[in-house]
């Protein structure tokens, strides 16, 4: 039986316009408890409750994240996946606006759970924590979670619109020297500083950066260097992340990293430990078919024409998008110049044109949805 895609797409648009109040209050609600990597028990809990009341059967604490879940909703052959991420940055709340994703894709899944058996779809809405600061979503992805997945979706404020999401890969690396202490005056001789090993080895990165390919960068902050100024440091602790237009070029740039740390531990009489505390972020692949029925279905919902960018931004949703046909559009909320992770974009989050595009999102992402199931019916 052929898919009335059309009229799918009314119901959807017609379900979120009814949730319009619930998917709101829910924005607002993370908006204003915001909750930092893996800690979003509040966040996870309320987006889950919604899709529950909404008839989805949730699953939490997937892949052994408590804050992770997966609701599901129909039981056609095929799936698709929207992505909920609800984590906040320390210090600045919610100014990369994740409480706008998690209710857009919550409002996907909700338009769609009515109408997934009719149009042959599970539908899915996987609640991915830390994605400032973790790579919930890799870890996701190594558990299993996204296995069976024919389509991954969702959406993420930003100061323009976009369809076609370009990013870095992102690598993190924390660095621990340790040295000796010494009082620096009367037997500083004694002393092998660990401060003095930071400090060799930001110039020797600062050199390296001259010699890099465009799209490559390596830049940290120092968290201690000493506590007291006339003890030589015997601990230094920072902080890097290393960035290269894609995943294939961050082995090479994260060795020539690392070598600038380790030599400034031979120079030095210091030891080094380097550790890297999270998944490598991957770089983002679009799905051409997906970006165009967006593109298309934004167009009607009457979202701003979309502009072309350049790698500007990191998501682990680049690590989803290598294992399954994704997107990731950006969301016009109406900052008014203001850019995520300015204290200017959290307040965006949460107006009325941060609420509208939130909720025109959720059709268009829904719609989306429909013309890939629409697709697959056509074809077998």
């Known amino acids: 039986m052929a898919v009335n895609v059309e009229a799918a797409k009314r119901a959807a648009h017609h379900t979120v316009r ?13 908006h204003a ?31 052994g994240l408590p804050t992770a879940f997966v609701a599901r909703a ?35 899944g909700l338009a769609l759970a009515p109408l997934a058996d009719e149009l042959g779809l599970t539908v899915l809405v996987v609640g ?17 979670v996204f296995e069976g997945v024919d389509a991954a979706m969702m959406v993420h404020p930003g100061p323009f619109e976009t369809v076609r999401f370009r990013s870095f890969a992102l690598g ?12 620096a005056t009367l037997a500083p001789w004694e002393g092998r500083n660990a401060a003095d090993a930071m400090t060799v080895a930001q110039v020797a990165l600062g050199l390296l950066r001259a010699q890099l390919p465009p799209g490559r960068h390596a830049h940290g902050v120092v968290a201690e260097a000493g506590l007291a100024p006339n003890v030589i440091p015997d601990r230094a602790l920072a902080s890097y992340e290393i960035r290269a237009g894609a995943a294939a070029d961050l082995g090479e740039l994260r060795s020539r990293v690392q070598a600038c740390f380790e030599g400034a531990a031979v120079a030095t009489g210091c030891e080094v430990r380097l550790t890297r505390p999270e998944p490598d972020y991957l770089d983002f692949r679009d799905d051409e078919r997906l970006a165009g029925w967006y593109a298309a279905n934004a167009a009607v919902a009457g979202r701003p024409v979309p502009v072309e960018r350049g790698p500007f931004a ?42 509208e595009a939130m909720l025109a999102a959720a059709v268009v992402l829904a719609s989306t949805a429909a013309d890939l199931a629409a697709s697959a019916t056509d074809s077998r």
């Open 172 to 183: 993190t690396l924390d660095v621990e020297y340790t040295g000796r202490a010494a009082h």
């Open 128 to 144: 991915t924590p830390a994605e400032e600061r973790g790579g919930g979503k890799a870890l996701l992805l190594e558990a299993g």
């Open 18 to 30: 009814q949730a319009a109040q619930e998917l709101t209050g829910l924005s607002h609600r993370i």
């Open 314 to 355: 990191m998501t682990d949703m680049g690590n989803v998008s290598h294992a399954v046909p994704a997107i990731h559009p950006m969301l016009d909320i109406g900052a008014g110049g203001a850019a995520p992770h300015e204290a200017a974009f959290a307040a965006a989050a949460v107006t009325p044109a941060a609420d």
């Open 33 to 63: 408890h915001p909750e930092t990597a893996f800690e979003e028990h509040r966040a996870a809990a309320w987006t889950a409750q919604t899709l529950a009341d909404g008839g989805f059967a949730v699953e939490p604490g997937v892949a």
């Open 74 to 108: 129909g039981s056609g052959p095929v799936t698709v996946a929207f992505c909920a991420e609800y984590d906040a940055l320390p210090g600045l709340g919610h100014a990369c606006g994740h409480n706008v994703i998690a209710a857009a894709s919550a409002g996907a």
